[in-house]
DNA sequence: TATGAATGAGATTTCATTCAT
DNA sequence: AATGAATGAAATCTCATTCAT
């Protein structure tokens, strides 16, 4: 992991999340996180620009490794219907596995500055470019109403995943993640399916 | 408008909103909002316990409006459809008719402490609970699937709402919102539905 | 009491002597001590120049009394020595029995400006002539060392009577204060006595 | 001096003392000192938790070297006149010879929170101990009044040199103070000396 | 590379006092 | 005389960032 240098650079995003998912995102100081780093505060310096730019780095490390997971499970499968329900269960799955990185990537990290945000969504687009990809395929392959604008798809794909893991991580974590999966997808592919072209009269 | 007391109550909610808007929340110093409010500094404090309570009272009051009046405008539909439709419809275009509060609640409100997120949630509870009741009222008729489960539903609309909402205020409001209801309700309606109970035999 | 005019006047002192008894000088905002009086902000300033104004006022006042009832006591004793006992005794007594008040001049009225404090000596001067004047007496009766410089000697004593006081206070007035009159009289009287013009052999 | 660390500290101890000599307590901003030492307001903050903190170290640093500077000199003397001489004289004349230590010490000191008071009581415990171990070493050799209570007398010796001093320092330092140790000796020893066995006869 | 002491800008909130009623 | 809503100046402390070592 880390496309930048060194074991340092690691160390530093694995402290951010964890002091930030320990203490709210207003009260994790650049010192408390080299602290927990184990690196001087000068040092943090050296990797990284500057405080937002440990943030922006730390979303895009662990969503790169995200993308890139669910991208590969994709691969695996064959029907439309299978690639939504993997992206749903993977985004749902991996999320519940770290409950420090969901704190962080749900609650927390929006607290920042709207300039962190818009970068965020930056780094954001590469995942929801591969739920447009299987949006567009959905419908050439006449599984998804091509009616549908792909935008608000995706947008309504993204926004019931995101406020699902949301509320779980607004409600502490107290129920299972991942089993949500089902019913998402089931609720999901119902809204998405092409209307029937139903009585095909031979 | 304003439960509390007074003209200027109202009149530092309304500078809020306005200068949040135009300077984000990081930036909207109490001095700031106190001059857009035409009042001194000191007499935002015989109206909010600080800075914060702005904020929390700001979306009260915004909501409680809100709330109201899609409240109002539901009691008139008729068909289950139709209040999903009025719902969606009214979320749009009245975040639409105020582009400043549409900013504030969608990216501002979020900056905030975790605190106030949950204070947020709290007051957000009301129009859950109106979702909830049209998901419910729709199950009892026949209309939605019954096995869905209603708070999973309720977090789909509202997630799907919200994103298209977000992406439109990213996007700089830079195409109409409101007539995305239409589609986002099509959508909707297509995945809550009850099953089918289909080949009604003759 | 209250040379000046109205019962407002004395209840606005009375509500100042309780009011920092309570809270602490620093905590006595004007806004308290008129709310504890009964009377509006604006009212404490028909009757007093400014906050300080009340605290010199208080004190004033309270001493007034304080001084005149130890004169008038005085005038009853005979001996220097009794005068002097009347004195500590009353000192002590007086604040015993009012806590509150003690707790203001020992302690938070000390906490104030200088400015207030010089206007204090100023009020206390009634009370240090007094003590002068005992010993002046005391001198010119050959009772006292007409060596030891007047102005020592009083401070000396008041320092002696201020300082056993106000370790009764901090020490939360938990032991009885008059009854130190004695010794501390004992001791004063050897250090004042002017040396014994012993066994002169005829 | 200093036992924390660096010239900083000292620095800062000594910039505080002087501006709050200059300017009084309440108009001794943090910001003031800090320009005085010659460091950045934030420097302040890595050597004191608080403002309030200055004033304790302030007093707690200066206070220490005063009482070990006086138990060494106490050492020399043999009679337990002299060390009583000594206490008195040094007490005088340290502070003597630093006009802006007298003034913070016996009036802007007193100005701060009644907590600070108590931290300043607790460091003086000190001072107070080497008194009460002169009355008790006194009254062991028959030379001081076994009946008088020892608090008592800490408490007289203790009030009568700080009202001196006090007095000294309102009245501008504009008479010598030191000299004033003798006449305060005697008066002192008169008070404390246990009663002469007189008429010893023959 | 790494350190960590030093920097200094910046904002919330309090509260004595005023003055229109 | 009395009110009390409104005023607005003023100061502590935090923390991201730098730079000499």
Redesign the interface.
């Known amino acids: 992991m880390g496309k930048k240098r060194g074991q340092k650079y690691d160390k530093i995003i694995d402290a951010a999340v964890k002091v930030i998912a320990e203490n709210?995102y207003?009260h994790s100081q650049v010192s408390k996180i080299a602290k927990e780093a184990g690196v001087a505060d000068g040092t943090i310096y050296l990797y990284f620009k500057n405080k937002e730019d440990i943030l922006i780095s730390l979303f895009e490390e662990k969503m790169g490794v995200f993308v890139d997971y669910i991208k590969g499970k994709i691969l695996d499968a064959t029907s439309i219907e299978d690639k939504l329900y993997i992206l749903i269960h993977m985004h749902l799955s991996q999320l519940e596995k770290d409950h420090d990185l969901a704190l962080v990537t749900q609650?927390?990290l929006?607290?920042?500055?709207?300039s962190i945000?818009?970068k965020v969504?930056e780094v954001l687009k590469g995942y929801l470019g591969l739920i447009d990809s299987i949006i567009e395929e959905g419908k050439q392959e006449g599984e998804f109403d091509p009616?549908?604008?792909t935008?608000?798809?995706r947008?309504?794909i993204?926004?019931?995943?995101?406020?699902?893991v949301t509320?779980w991580v607004?409600k502490d974590h107290r129920y299972d993640l991942a089993p949500?999966a089902e019913?998402?997808h089931?609720?999901?592919m119902?809204?998405?399916?092409a209307p029937q072209r139903?009585e095909e009269p031979r």
């Not at 929006?110 to 709207?114: K, L, M, P, T």
């Not at 993204?158 to 699902?164: M, R």
């Open positions: 709210g207003h609650l927390e929006r607290q920042s500055n709207i945000r818009f969504n009616d549908i604008d935008r608000m798809m947008q309504v993204f926004g019931s995943i995101d406020e699902v509320n607004m949500l019913s998402l089931k609720f999901l119902k809204g998405l399916k139903m």
